[in-house]
């Protein structure tokens, strides 16, 4: 199915949301006003001048931090999007992987070569060998339960899927409407990571692969719904949904208001 891509920048406007308790406590009550910005650098879908390809990377600045989630596949085509969308490799402070899958950290050697001193946090559960790799070559940082990354955002921290062996994990951003999720493939499922991103909140948007899933009702009430990469019903999605949907692809940006 081909979805026409929404090439322009979305703005969320809604009231804020409140804030549930949380162990890790998300500042929601900072006097500060800042906005997010969104970039999806790698996708299976692009944006006129983008270049697409299978895989996912989402650049989250928060305009303190540059956080890379996941890198695609090929370095060349993350570099060519990077650059398209006026992000220096030299500038991304923190890369993110969710999973251990090509798709998504396939670029990060080419990232390395560029910007060694990079901090790089994966699942603990990534296998010793590539792990060894990148701790050779950037600074290494296991993921086991939900962490602060940086200021307003968040992983979930390693999720079990039904493959064995593979776990994920996804990236939580706190907004002043409520919390974005940012996730790469899903396999842990709607169910399991919504669940996990709900012990800081409010989920209001999710932005990346979601699968297979099917696990609609977890999606009832959002106002964003970027399903994207290897999402597999995107079409029963966007019927669903018509309002929160929205088909993205490499070069979608948006900004979101964070506390
Ligand atoms: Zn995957
Ligand atoms: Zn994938």
């Not at 932005?207 to 995107?234: F, P, Q, R, W």
């Amino acid at each position: 199915m081909k979805v026409e891509l929404d090439r322009g920048k979305y703005r969320d406007k809604s009231e804020d949301e409140n804030m549930a308790g949380s162990n890790l406590s998300l500042s929601s009550n900072s006097s500060l006003s800042s906005r997010s910005n969104i970039t999806i650098v790698y996708d299976n879908e692009n944006n006129e001048g983008f270049t697409n390809g299978w895989g996912f990377s989402c650049l989250i600045d928060t305009g303190e931090t540059k956080i890379l989630f996941d890198t695609g596949w090929d370095g060349c085509v993350l570099l060519h999007n990077l650059k398209k969308a006026h992000i220096s490799p030299e500038e991304i402070d923190k890369v993110v992987l969710s999973h251990q899958h090509w798709d998504h950290i396939g670029g990060l050697p080419v990232l390395l070569k560029i910007h060694p001193d990079i901090e790089v946090y994966v699942p603990a559960s990534f296998s010793k060998r590539l792990k060894d790799e990148i701790s050779a070559r950037a600074n290494l940082i296991e993921v086991s339960e939900a962490t602060k990354i940086c200021h307003s955002v968040y992983t979930t921290g390693e999720l079990d899927t039904d493959e064995k062996g593979m776990k994920e994990q996804s990236l939580v951003i706190n907004s002043a409407n409520g919390l974005y999720i940012i996730t790469g493939c899903s396999h842990p499922g709607l169910t399991r990571i919504i669940n996990a991103a709900s012990q800081f909140g409010t989920v209001t948007g999710i932005i990346g692969g979601l699968h297979g899933s099917t696990d609609y009702k977890m999606l009832e009430g959002m106002n964003l719904i970027a399903a994207c990469h290897c999402t597999v019903h995107k079409k029963e999605i966007a019927m669903q949904f018509p309002d929160a949907f929205k088909a993205v692809g490499a070069g979608w940006e948006f900004l979101i208001p964070t506390d």
